[in-house]
């Protein structure tokens, strides 16, 4: 079975400051995808960023960057730059690629970020 | 439609009555997932289709909920004999392939928050 861990209820970053939002996920299936989604006030799931699990490169999306460990089984969310629309909760997922693999995504508990002027 | 669309976006009702929460994909998607969300809680898996076909209902927490997508396009979850522990915000969600590729990010409705009273 899979399972994603987000260890930070809550993070408090600085506008325009870089944060961090941490995520380790277990599998034993070795070919996977790690998705992150934004979760603002008004509920909508907005995806952000995706990592194929034998993709060579850190993904980057804008302001957002995977900072991707294979070996350490952590995909964490960087996001520069911060800017008050970005407080929101923020959703670490991951999905196996194989045929016989589960096809939906599975979720962490997610953390929420706040922006302070 | 341009979106995921889920009716009604609020459910109450009493604790024993049935209640049908409906999903409209994006046009063209081939998959369509259904997912419950606790408060402050990432989305926890129900069930998904291919087309018409029910892949993996594994999530569906006791007989009482069911699901169907008769002609591969709008989906209805059925929940029957509600409790109160089945309160949650229900969320659709669809993508474009069936998920054998990498990169099929899943988007996602607005969601159904059902009351139990």
């Known amino acids: 079975a899979q399972k994603i861990t987000q260890t930070q209820p809550g993070m408090f970053v600085q506008e325009k400051e870089a944060v961090t939002l941490d995520c380790t996920y277990d599998?034993?299936?070795?070919?996977?995808?790690l998705f992150w989604y934004k979760q603002p006030s008004s509920g909508e799931m907005i995806f952000l960023i995706y990592q194929g699990s034998y993709d060579q490169q850190n993904a980057t999306e804008g302001r957002y960057s995977l900072n991707f460990q294979k070996a350490r089984k952590s995909a964490n969310l960087v996001i520069s730059a911060s800017q008050l629309g970005d407080s929101a909760m923020y959703f670490c997922?991951?999905?196996?690629?194989?045929?016989?693999?589960?096809?939906?995504?599975?979720f962490g508990s997610g953390t929420r970020l706040q922006v302070q002027p | 439609g341009a979106g995921v669309s889920q009716s009604p976006r609020y459910k109450v009702t009493k604790r024993g009555q049935d209640v049908a929460l409906r999903c409209d994909p994006i046009?063209?998607?081939?998959?369509l997932y259904w997912y419950r969300q606790a408060l402050g809680q990432g989305p926890e898996f129900l069930t998904y289709f291919n087309y018409e076909a029910q892949q993996d209902k594994s999530g569906l927490p006791n007989d009482r909920f069911s699901a169907e997508r008769p002609e591969g396009s709008i989906s209805t979850l059925t929940i029957q004999r509600t409790e109160q522990r089945d309160s949650a915000m229900y969320r659709c969600a669809s993508s474009l392939r069936n998920n054998r590729g990498p990169n099929t990010e899943a988007f996602f409705g607005q969601g159904t928050r059902l009351t139990v009273v």
């Open positions: 599998t034993s299936d070795p070919s996977y995808g």
């Open positions: 046009s063209g998607h081939v998959s």
């Open positions: 997922a991951m999905r196996l690629l194989m045929d016989t693999g589960r096809r939906a995504l599975t």
